[in-house]
């Protein structure tokens, strides 16, 4: 071979072999960018499903499904989304969906369970809880469990349920109030006050336990509020409360001058209990 015969051929080779290499870092360069753009999109997931506006993650949720129809994880995100927005009725679809899909965990069945109770249905609630397996134990199983034995006012149940669930979680006050009530419910006004004062002691700023261990305490004719945290404002919900409970039990003239005194306590915000006194005085 002459020499520029050579030089031509190395000279072709060279840029074949330029082409090739240029190729295959074209390749590792789109598996890198797909393997970021994986990344950025469960980080943003992640973002809608945690601190995004709930309407809003139930948008990007639902936009992402018409992109990539089928995807369990994109269907899960959209049930959380429109259970943290409070659109029980449609979360418990989106949940029925993605159980239906098949990729379901037995968190997605609680999750489905927790729905159908947010929306009224006890009985469909059940009947998913009783496809999760025993061996399945989370705090919100056993919450669901002591709600549903309430409802079917299987008192033992509810009882064993609650108290399971309270060893599941660090934040127990929200699972003292419902046992409280629980106990309200069943006429266990003392056992009642006790888990309500539980709770207030796990978290002081639990209005709702304050309010129900009033109910308790005026249950048992003691008219006196608790020894327990409260502003200006709440002190004024609490003796409405409590003169309510009052007339309740046939007490009128107790249950009057609590309510003169909810008046007392913060007049410029309670005109409930204002309400309530010109209705006693009229009676």
Partial sequence: MRPISRFLFLSVATVALTACEKEIDKEAIDRSFTSVNVIDES???DVMLRVADPDDAVSYFKRALTQSPGRAD???GLAESLTRARRNTEAAAAWKTL??????TNTDRV???DSLVRAG????AQEILATVPPTYESFNRYRLEA?????NRDWARADSFYETALGLTVAPAGVMNNWGYSKLTRGDYSGA????ADAIRQDTTLFTAKNNIVLARGAQRNYTLPVVPMTQVERAKLLHTMGLAAVKQGDVEIGTELMRDAIETHPQYFDEAVR???ALEKA
Avoid: H, T
């Fill in 111 to 113: 999750a489905y369970a």
């Fill in 43 to 45: 980080n943003l997931n």
């Fill in 193 to 196: 006050e006790r888990l309500f």
């Fill in 99 to 104: 159980i239906a899909s098949g990729a379901a």
């Fill in 147 to 151: 709600m549903i034995a309430d409802v």
């Fill in 121 to 124: 249905n006890w009985s469909k």
């Fill in 276 to 278: 309530s006194l010109r």
């Fill in 74 to 76: 994109l269907q899960r």
